[in-house]
């Protein structure tokens, strides 16, 4: 049996804008401790990014 999973934004989180000439999506399982670890680990660089900064 097949299974349909909807990905539609209305289910994920979602930072930025739509109109970013750059997009990038993922899919975490937060339940999964790696992807909450690698999430976490990652959160800041992550958001200043979308919000458009330099992490370097």
């Known amino acids: 049996m097949s299974e349909t999973i909807n990905l539609s934004n209305e ?3 979602n930072f930025g804008s739509n109109l970013a ?3 990038v999506i993922t899919y975490l399982n937060l339940k999964c401790p790696d ?13 200043n990014l979308v919000n458009g900064q330099d992490i370097s």
């Open 11 to 13: 289910f994920g989180l």
């Open 21 to 23: 000439s750059n997009q």
């Open 35 to 47: 992807s909450k670890a690698w999430f976490l680990a990652n959160q800041h660089e992550l958001l």
